[in-house]
């Protein structure tokens, strides 16, 4: 396996191929039809985020959504409002669950689904994704004191219908354990299930669970377990048989991960874990794909 040193020179790399090139020319000259044609004809592109999804998505101190996923949309939508020549472009964002998000953008409720959504092949018959924008895994979360080596007799608060119920299911049959899996609808409804001991542990992807740690009063009081049993490559979730967008939404993101501007805004919002994993580092330089 190749050494983060390695791979984030890979990076400095791309970084030096990365042009600016706008989207006059390519994108705005190609769309005929589609999102973009609405978002022209609208002023406005609309948003979708999650209200708890830490750190990605979630509404911040000030009311208003917040997240590394949502600091991506922005910068596309700031690219959109320079590149389709709309300076008085709006944005408006809508809250999206697990149940609805899906059903919020192939009906066109939102154009663009900001959140922490995994790309699969079962979501593609529905919706498109765009680039890889972050990897991460389902792993679970627990109070301190909970033994998490031998998982029989737990019960696991999982999200009814997300990768992580799905994954962790799988991974359960696979092995004897006695575990009953608790429904909860959210994330910051899977830490209180923990807290309150109506569960024993959260099950979700690893860094939505840091989040959740982070973020509680006393975040000493949690502890995330070591193993993972998925692997979840987040992306921006869009409509289908929409080319032209789903291009301009990647050309946003691909100038931000061959410039480097992808680490500040990671940086920001994961800091405190230090500096991107070295697969992480390699997703950037491997979707920081070139004009």
């Not at 979501?123 to 994704?129: C, K, M, P, S």
């Not at 998490?148 to 004897?176: N, Y």
Request: charged letters at 20%.
């Amino acid at each position: 396996m190749s050494s983060p040193r390695v791979l984030t020179g890979i990076l400095a790399a791309l970084l030096l191929s990365g042009g600016c090139a706008s989207m006059d020319g390519s994108t705005g000259a190609s769309a005929s039809k589609g999102t973009l044609d609405k978002i022209k004809a609208s002023k406005t592109i609309t948003l979708g985020y999650r209200e708890s999804s830490v750190p990605f998505s979630f509404v911040g101190p000030d009311g208003k959504p917040a997240g590394y996923s949502v600091d991506l949309c922005n910068r596309v939508a700031a690219a959109f409002q320079r590149d389709l020549q709309i300076p008085d472009l709006a944005v408006k964002w809508v809250a999206v669950t697990v149940e609805n998000r899906m059903t919020a953008v192939s009906s066109g409720t939102i154009d663009l689904e900001c959140g922490s959504t995994t790309n699969t092949l079962s979501r593609q018959a529905q919706v498109d994704f765009s680039l890889t924008t972050y990897v991460t895994g389902g792993s679970l979360l627990a109070m301190r004191d909970t033994q998490l080596t031998d998982l029989r007799g737990l019960k696991i608060a999982v999200i009814p219908g997300t990768t992580t119920e799905k994954e962790l299911k799988d991974a359960l049959a696979k092995t004897s354990s006695d575990v009953q899996l608790v429904p909860v609808k959210d994330h910051a409804e899977g830490r209180t299930a923990i807290e309150n001991k109506t569960a024993d542990t959260y099950a979700s992807d690893r860094d939505i669970l840091v989040g959740l740690a982070l973020t509680a009063k006393d975040p000493s009081r949690f502890v995330i377990a070591d193993r993972y049993f998925s692997y979840e490559p987040y992306a921006l979730m869009m409509r289908r048989n929409d080319p032209d967008f789903r291009i301009a939404v990647n050309r946003v993101l691909a100038r931000l991960y061959r410039s480097g501007q992808v680490i500040d805004i990671y940086a920001q919002w994961f800091g405190a874990l230090g500096s991107p994993s070295a697969l992480q580092i390699a997703t950037y330089a491997i979707e920081g794909i070139p004009e």
